[in-house]
């Protein structure tokens, strides 16, 4: 069963557009929210992460969107930028047990 | 700070062997978990390890076992290797109580 569902599969973007990478979750215990990038050959890095008791966090040029109630969560990159090009993995957890629960994935790729 | 470090970067193995993956955690940090990603897919949380035993577990076999030192360092083993044990697998360190994990570079396993 596939706990967070995550939408596109891939994304071209052009260099200084918006990228926009959504997901949805079906857990309501999940209390944590990261994104990480993932270059190829390395490990995921975390990039930016929320708790629901916002509906939205900025970090520099990239910000989660969150709604509780249509339990769904997302990913904006503004002015993207050739060295943005990576997979990005949405995740999902509960505060107390730390296991994450992440999506398959979305393969970005900003052309210059 | 020293990074999460795995070994080995790679490996081959063949079907029905046995398999050691290692990690050292960030400095200072006291958790590790363990996480399977197969090729195209998201990170899948095998089980995490706090003051040396097992902290947690995914849905994965017992086949696959692991240890955590006194140094926090921790070994990811996996008997009777199958085809579908192919994939990366990472290792992430935190402190306990925190909610970030860093991840290593993985190792890669390749069953033939």
């Known amino acids: 069963q596939q706990q967070v569902k995550q939408s596109p599969q891939s994304l071209i973007v052009q260099k200084g557009g918006i990228s926009i990478i959504n997901c949805a979750y079906e857990?309501?215990?999940?209390?944590?929210f990261p994104w990480y990038q993932q270059f190829p050959g390395k490990g995921p890095a975390l990039l930016i992460a929320?708790?629901?008791?916002?509906s939205e966090k900025k970090e520099g040029r990239f910000t989660i969107s969150f709604n509780k109630s249509a339990k769904q969560f997302s990913l904006h990159i503004m002015d993207s930028q050739p060295g943005d090009s990576a997979t990005y993995f949405c995740?999902?957890?509960?505060?107390?047990?730390?296991?994450?629960?992440f999506g398959k994935g979305t393969l970005l790729t900003v052309n210059p | 700070e020293t990074g999460v470090t795995q070994s080995p970067t790679h490996l081959i193995k063949t079907r029905g062997q046995q398999v050691t993956l290692r990690c050292s955690s960030q400095?200072?940090?006291?958790?590790v978990s363990w996480y399977q990603q197969a090729l195209g897919q998201g990170p899948q949380f095998i089980f995490q390890?706090?003051?040396?035993?097992?902290?947690g577990r995914g849905n994965f076999p017992p086949r696959f076992s692991g240890l955590q030192f006194p140094n926090y360092s921790s070994e990811l083993n996996v008997n009777a290797l199958e085809l579908d044990d192919s994939a990366l697998y990472l290792c992430?360190?935190?402190?306990?109580?925190?909610?970030?994990?860093?991840f290593g570079p993985g190792t890669r396993l390749l069953v033939l």
């Open positions: 929320i708790r629901p008791d916002v």
């Open positions: 400095s200072g940090h006291n958790t």
């Open positions: 995740a999902a957890g509960v505060y107390s047990n730390y296991k994450l629960t």
């Open positions: 390890y706090y003051r040396e035993e097992e902290n």
């Open positions: 992430a360190s935190s402190l306990y109580g925190a909610e970030t994990q860093y």
């Open positions: 857990n309501t215990a999940f209390d944590y």
